[in-house]
């Protein structure tokens, strides 16, 4: 099966940077998604993984590293709006996707 | 638009009742997920299909009925069995692919709430 370990809350100031990590135990990856989810809402796609290295998209990123089984989203230029939760989800083959528990994102004035 | 509908937004049932919720796409996607999520809590994986007529047990699929007979819709059914059934259920859908370089990301519906007394 799959697992997915990532902090329950971080809290930081506007402006500020967020580093959001992921550890995964799985069979068959293919990749790391980060998906951000506003209370009440829908998740909504960030990013995806299926290479070692960083990703950017604008003042989000995303890195993974397949050996350490390891990734993580970075925040950056923090705004009040992104005060949400964030998932890591794992791709694994069948086209299963495993979310983590999520990280929620406090942003302070 | 192409997107995902969930009906209907709220539901109430009393308990040993089964419902059914209704997830529809209209986006040609091949792949759609149920999923379940508790306050504060992550989303997990109920069902999962690939293509029509056929589907996949998830995480937690004891208590859950799903069918494939369409494309585009693909409704999930919470049976008296399901021990604690009270969850906020979403619908998602993608294109189905197997390569690992490109993803297709999930698309989302704006949820069902569930609520059984």
């Known amino acids: 099966g799959q697992s997915l370990e990532q902090p329950s809350e971080v809290t930081a100031v506007e402006g500020a940077i967020v580093q959001i990590n992921c550890t995964y135990q799985t069979s068959g990856f293919y990749g790391l998604s980060w998906y951000q989810q506003h209370d009440g809402g829908a998740p909504t796609f960030l990013s995806y993984n299926a290479l070692d290295g960083l990703e950017e998209t604008g003042r989000f990123s995303s890195f993974l590293s397949r050996s350490d089984s390891y990734g993580y989203l970075l925040l950056q230029e923090l705004q009040m709006k992104d005060s949400a939760s964030y998932f890591c989800?794992?791709?694994?083959?069948?086209?299963?996707?495993?979310f983590g528990g999520g990280t929620r994102v406090l942003v302070k004035p | 638009d192409g997107g995902i509908t969930q009906s209907p937004k709220y539901l109430f049932r009393k308990e040993g009742q089964n419902v059914t919720l209704s997830c529809e796409q209209n986006?040609?996607?091949?792949?759609m997920y149920w999923y379940r999520q508790d306050p504060g809590q992550g989303l997990r994986l109920i069902y999962y299909s690939q293509i029509v007529n056929d589907f996949q047990k998830g995480d937690i699929a004891e208590g859950y009925s799903v069918s494939r007979e369409k494309k585009e819709s693909f409704p999930l059914t919470v049976t008296s069995a399901q021990k604690n059934p009270t969850a906020f259920y979403l619908c998602?859908?993608?294109?189905?692919?197997?390569?690992?370089?490109?993803?297709?990301?999930?698309?989302f519906g704006n949820g069902t709430r569930l609520t059984v007394t």
């Open positions: 989800a794992v791709k694994a083959a069948g086209n299963k996707l495993t």
């Open positions: 986006l040609n996607h091949d792949a």
């Open positions: 998602a859908s993608t294109i189905s692919r197997t390569g690992t370089a490109s993803d297709s990301p999930l698309h």
